[in-house]
């Protein structure tokens, strides 16, 4: 990911095995990673059972929320593919029967937005 795309707060793909290497923690025994991003200290991690937001807080960062969604309580998501002159793409999740998107992400140009969406639909909808 360039130093320009992480300063605008775009995420680009996070590598799965480092992911698993960092979080494995936070998985149950079943769970596995299918695809994460990384936006400059902060990660989000789509698993085959919920989606697990991690947000690096402070100045530090020693300060961690970890968010988890199942994908049960997603109730709706889009994406926005970025065009010529966009730098982003961009994922709007809601959770339940919110009116305004819960979860909001800004993906570099290197994030394959319909790779996403894919992943989203097989859990969600599946």
Known sequence: MSLFS???????VANPQELQKDYAFLLSDTETIEIGFKLIRDVFIFTNKRLILVDKQGITGSKVEYLSVGYKSISR????TAGHLDLDAELRIWISSE???????????????????RILAQHVLG
Do not use: C, H, R
Not at 77 to 80: A, K, L, P, R
């Open 6 to 12: 992480k300063l605008l707060g775009n995420a680009g």
């Open 77 to 80: 998501f889009s994406i926005v």
């Open 99 to 117: 009116v305004t998107p819960s979860i909001e992400k800004k993906f570099n140009k290197q994030v394959n937005v319909y790779d996403l969406q």
